[in-house]
């Protein structure tokens, strides 16, 4: 089973941090509309949401996990549910890379896997590098077009 890259634990933790960030200022400016606490609450409440926030971003990097099986491409991940996905060649779409201008600075990129169906019919593998992001997307592209006329199930 083939990992993600470890800057994507960056991404994740900085997603935390603004998320923190914003929680404590939106506390602050209730507290100070609506009631005298003590500024420790909100900048409390910041802190254990970052806290929080980081310990998932570190154990979510640990379960990430995807390979590419001898008739579709498994994945799992997740750390509150732990959710294996298996997404047969056959039914593969088309794939693209995307690269957001945080993963562009960080070196990073995801591979979204469009598949056929209507619930779910995306699956996307991030934190990887450029370079491996296109290595995958065309050997999932030539997997794909050689299961063609097999059965998806």
Same mark, same amino acid.
């Given at each position: 089973?083939?990992?993600?890259?470890?800057?994507?634990?960056?991404?994740?933790?900085?997603?935390?941090?603004?998320?923190?960030? +914003?929680?404590? /200022?939106?506390?602050?400016? $209730? @507290?100070g509309?609506?009631?005298?606490?003590?500024? #420790? =609450?909100? &900048?409390?409440?910041?802190?254990?949401?970052?806290?929080?926030?980081?310990?998932?971003?570190?154990?979510?990097?640990?379960?990430?996990?995807?390979?590419?099986?001898?008739?579709?491409l498994?994945l799992?991940?997740?750390?509150?549910?732990?959710?294996?996905?298996? +997404?047969?060649? /056959?039914?593969?779409?088309? $794939? @693209?890379?995307?690269f957001?201008?945080?993963?562009? #600075? =960080?070196? &990073?990129?995801?591979?979204?896997?469009?598949?056929?169906?209507?619930?779910?019919?995306?699956?996307?593998?991030?934190?990887?590098?450029?370079?491996?992001?296109?290595?995958?997307?065309?050997?999932?592209?030539?997997?794909?077009v050689?299961?063609?006329?097999?059965?998806?199930?």
């Amino acid at each position: 089973m083939e990992s993600l890259n470890p800057r994507i634990r960056v991404l994740w933790i900085a997603q935390a941090a603004l998320g923190a960030i +914003v929680l404590g /200022v939106v506390l602050a400016g $209730v @507290d100070g509309q609506l009631y005298s606490l003590p500024i #420790a =609450l909100p &900048l409390g409440a910041g802190a254990l949401v970052l806290l929080l926030g980081v310990t998932y971003a570190v154990r979510l990097y640990q379960k990430w996990r995807f390979e590419l099986q001898e008739d579709s491409l498994y994945l799992e991940r997740g750390v509150i549910t732990f959710v294996e996905t298996s +997404v047969p060649f /056959v039914r593969v779409q088309h $794939v @693209d890379t995307r690269f957001g201008p945080i993963e562009r #600075a =960080l070196g &990073l990129s995801s591979v979204v896997v469009y598949t056929a169906g209507s619930r779910n019919a995306d699956v996307r593998i991030p934190g990887l590098t450029p370079d491996r992001a296109r290595k995958l997307q065309d050997t999932l592209r030539d997997l794909a077009v050689e299961s063609e006329g097999g059965d998806a199930v």
